[in-house]
């Protein structure tokens, strides 16, 4: 299947976030998320929700800046190497699916479903931000076996900025499936790590935001997730995720 490998570093993941196990000496073993860099040189950036540090491997070869994985290596971070890139051991490097942010002058959000609608759910709380990306974990409902999918990431400049009465003030993306293909008769619900780039468009915000006198921008998805009959008319639900912040420090 597709994803089977996929899903199955997907479940060691939830329990190996974190180092993972110790070996000889101070080389240890970690699951990441990264993204590919190329300055100073070639080398993936990865992050343990603190500190974000840059290793290299042969495999990386190939690969462009921007591209996305979820690895599984080792290395030795107790001392801080004179390039600052650390050199790792690489056990695994999956490829993570990547979504542009798009603008839309179309009013959002959508309300006509497609028959081939592909409803999600968002888990925010396993999400992290990292070089302009999100990394969220998205479940998938009645997903069809060998199925593809049709992202769409978007957002009016016209309505995604939010303040409330409370002072607080948040940014707001839409994300939607439309699905391709598939064998109707097998159906279940998958999970994968998808990257929601955001990049160009938080550099901007995040330069509103320094100017209003804040340290940190939140945003939060909406996202399409089931249809509902109103007035004997099929309409598309949308769903809001919880807000997420992240520190301008962290926008580059």
């Not at 995604?160 to 003030?169: K, L, N, Y």
């Not at 921008?217 to 996202?223: E, T, W």
């Amino acid at each position: 299947m597709r994803n089977f490998l996929f899903n199955s570093i997907f479940l060691l993941f939830l329990f190996c976030l974190s180092a993972c196990m110790g070996e000889s000496g101070n080389r240890m073993g970690y699951f990441r998320y990264g993204v590919v860099t190329t300055d100073p040189s070639l080398s993936l950036s990865t992050s343990d929700g603190t500190d974000i540090r840059q290793i290299s491997f042969p495999e990386l070869n190939g690969s462009q800046a921007g591209d996305c994985f979820l690895v599984e290596f080792k290395a030795d971070f107790s001392e801080s190497p004179k390039s600052g890139i650390y050199a790792a051991e690489m056990s695994t490097m999956e490829p993570v699916r990547q979504h542009l942010l798009e603008e839309t002058e179309a009013t959002l959000p959508d309300t006509i479903p497609s028959s081939n609608e592909q409803f999600l759910t968002l888990n925010m709380n396993k999400g992290q931000f990292l070089k302009g990306r999100f990394f969220v974990h998205i479940e998938l409902k009645e997903h069809h076996e060998e199925q593809t999918e049709a992202f769409t990431l978007a957002f009016n400049r016209d309505s995604v900025f939010h303040e409330t009465e409370e002072g607080s003030r948040f940014y707001e993306f839409h994300l939607r499936a439309i699905r391709e293909g598939g064998i109707d008769s097998l159906k279940s619900t998958q999970t994968e790590i998808h990257a929601l780039n955001l990049s160009s468009f938080l550099k901007e915000a995040a330069l509103k935001e320094q100017e209003a006198g804040k340290d940190s921008l939140f945003f939060r998805f909406q996202y399409a997730n089931r249809v509902q009959v109103v007035d004997g008319d099929s309409v598309l639900s949308w769903s809001p995720t919880a807000l997420y912040g992240v520190p301008l420090s962290k926008i580059d």
